[in-house]
C-alpha cells in the first residue's frame, strides 16, 4: 500500500486528492494549519473526514524543521505539495507572507526530501500564473514566464526549485503547470465560487446584487476533480517532467457572470464599460451585477488558455466537463447550501 503526503488538505484539491487516493488505496497523510478554528468542511462534504486510512497531521509549510520531521514520521512514497497562500488578490497586500508559504515553503519540502529520502516523488503545484503578461498563445510547457502578482513570483520560484533538485540531485521531482479549476468546492473568494454563491442568493432573495472586478479577464477553467487525477498521473509516470493542465478554451468573466445567471433561468443584458459596467435582469429590469474597482488587482493577467497536448499524450490526461457542466454544478450545490441556510 503506498503513503501520500498531502500538504493543504483543508483546501478544494487537497480534498479532491485525498479521496481519489484513498480509493487507490493509498494510506494519506493529509496536512492542515493549526488556526483556533479549524475548518475541515471539504473533507466531511466528500465524507471522507473519518475514513480509516486518512491521517490528519498538524503542519505548516513555512517550518522546515516541521518538514522534517513530516517526512521523517510519514515516511510517504510520494509527496503532492497543495499547501500554498493561493489568493492571487491577497498577494498583493502580504506578498512577503505568500513568498514565505508558496515559495519558500517548497522548498522546505525539497529539502526535506534531499536529507531523508530522494527516491521519494515530489508534485510541485505550479500555475498559470507564472505565464502571466500574455507572449503567446495557448500556453505550453516552453511558453516563456513573466508573473504578475507577488503570489505568481512565489510559485515560479518554487517551479525552478523543483526543476533544479531534479538535475541537481536526482530527485523525482514533478510540477504540474496548472490552468484554473473550480468546483463547489472551491473557496468563496476565487471569481467563479463567488459568483455562482451569489447568484443562489440572488435567486433565493438572499442578495440583491453581485459586486465583481475586472470581467474581461479570460481564464480556462476546468474542473477541479479531474486535474487532482491529473497530478496523480504526472507522479506515475516513467519520468520526471513538467506539465500543462487545461482545457484549451478561455471565456470572460463577464461569460461565467452570464451562463451562472442563466442555470437559475435569469437571462442578463449587459451595458456600461469598465467600471460603470453593469447587467440587467431582463425579466424585471433590476441591476443584478454591478463592477465595483475595489476588486481590480494592481497589475492583471489577461488572457489564460493552455494546450495540454503533452499532458494527453504521455499520461492519457484530458479534461472532460465543459464550462456550461461545470458552471451548472457550481450553482445547484451553492443553492443547495443556501437553501438549507448555510454556506461555506
Ligand atoms: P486552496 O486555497 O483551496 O488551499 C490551499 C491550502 O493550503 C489550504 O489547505 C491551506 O490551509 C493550506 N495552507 C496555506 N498556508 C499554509 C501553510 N503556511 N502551511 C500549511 N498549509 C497551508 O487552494 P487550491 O486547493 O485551489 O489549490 C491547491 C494548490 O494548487 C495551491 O498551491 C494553488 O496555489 C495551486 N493552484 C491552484 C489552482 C486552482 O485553480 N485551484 C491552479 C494552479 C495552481 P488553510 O485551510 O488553513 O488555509
Ligand atoms: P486567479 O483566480 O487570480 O486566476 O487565480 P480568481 O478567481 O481570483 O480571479 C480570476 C479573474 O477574475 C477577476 N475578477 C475577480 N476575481 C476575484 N477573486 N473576485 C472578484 O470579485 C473578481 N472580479 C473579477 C480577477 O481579476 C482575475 O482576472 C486562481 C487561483 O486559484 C490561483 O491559486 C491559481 O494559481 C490560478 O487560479 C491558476
Redesign the pocket.
Known sequence: MKKAII??????????LSQILLEKGYTVYG???R?SS??FW?IEELGIQNHPNLHLVE?????LGASISLVNKCEPDEIY???????VGVSFDQPT?TA???GL?ALNLLEAIRLINTKIRYYQ?????MFGKVQTIPQNEDTPFYPRSP?GVS?LFAHWMTVNYRESYDIFGSS???????SP???RE?VTRKITDSVAKIKLGKLDVLELGNLDAKRD??Y?KE?VEGMWRILQASQPDTFVLATNRTETVRDFVRLAFKAVGIELEFSGKDENETAVNVADGKVVMKVNPKFYRPAEVDLLIGDPSKAKAVLGWEPKTSLESLCEMMVKEDLRRNEQGFSF
Do not use: P
Not at 81 to 87: E, G
Not at 125 to 129: K, M, N, V
Open positions: 500538504t493543504g488538505v483543508t483546501g478544494q484539491d487537497g480534498a479532491y496536512t492542515y494549519r488556526t479549524v475548518n471539504r503542519y505548516d509549510l513555512t517550518d505539495n497543495l499547501a500554498a497562500q493561493s489568493f507572507t514565505q508559504i508558496s515553503g503545484a505550479s500555475t498559470s500564473e503570489y510559485k504540474g503547470i496548472l490552468f484554473n479549476h473550480e468546492l472551491r473557496g476565487f477553467w476546468g477541479a486535474y
